[in-house]
């Protein structure tokens, strides 16, 4: 089992509706981190976050440190929203390395 | 603006060669690390290096080695290019300061091997 699991694999959906993508672990942290990489390989950080809620434009993340769940919403989503995203957590143990969950793709039709 | 460039964005080699590529960032970041990509496994780490001259090996590190001369350069090495090495390659670098902590990924090489 992955220290790491996101929900669902894969996500498609209309221009215009609100997406929710899920995180789970199973180690404790210091920190989570979701991740954006669109087609051609590059990958951007989101956000960064500890505890409580984080909001960036029409992004949000939050995090439940006791239920070791995360979730990345995207508000009015738009087909540029269309990517892989990717959670990753610092173990508490781990220094300063991330275990990375294997991705959610999504994808925004117009 | 954080730069990590790596060296090609896409390589085809044969198997048996040695394979060298190279990333380089211009924020003066401590750390640097080496992954591979491949479908359904997301990223795997193969190689972390904390300082010049010092590595870690990561989750796997069979078959690469890697050299850390320069605080901004990371190299990752194939000995003996094999075709299960054939992935997307990501370097990523961050400071070593926990509260500002943040990977930072260059565009990712695309080796192929024949």
């Known amino acids: 089992k992955n220290e790491v699991e996101q929900s669902p694999q894969n996500l498609t959906a209309q221009e215009g509706e609100f997406i929710t993508i899920n995180c789970s672990y199973s180690v404790g942290i210091s920190a989570l981190h979701w991740l954006q990489q669109h087609p051609g390989g590059g990958i951007v950080s989101l956000f960064m976050l500890s505890s409580g809620k984080k909001k960036h434009g029409r992004l949000i993340a939050t995090i439940n440190i006791q239920e070791k769940h995360s979730s990345l919403h995207i508000t009015a989503s738009h087909p540029r929203d269309s990517a892989v995203y990717i959670c990753?957590?610092?173990?508490?143990?781990?220094?300063?390395?991330?275990?990375f969950g294997t991705g959610t793709r999504l994808t925004i039709i117009p | 603006d954080v730069k990590v460039t790596q060296s090609s964005r896409y390589l085809v080699k044969r198997t048996g060669e040695k394979v060298f590529l190279e990333c380089v960032q211009d924020m003066d970041h401590e750390n640097m690390f080496w992954y591979r990509q491949d479908p359904g496994l997301g990223l795997r780490l193969i190689y972390f290096s904390y300082d010049v001259k010092m590595k870690e090996k990561g989750d796997i590190p069979e078959g690469y080695s890697v050299s850390r001369e320069k605080k901004e350069r990371f190299s990752l090495i194939l000995e003996s290019a094999s075709t299960n090495q054939t992935s997307m390659y990501l370097c990523?670098?961050?400071?070593?300061?926990?509260?500002?902590?943040?990977?930072?990924f260059g565009p990712g090489t695309r080796l192929t091997v024949t």
């Open positions: 990523a670098s961050s400071p070593r300061n926990r509260r500002l902590y943040e990977q930072y």
């Open positions: 990753a957590v610092r173990p508490n143990f781990g220094n300063e390395k991330l275990t």
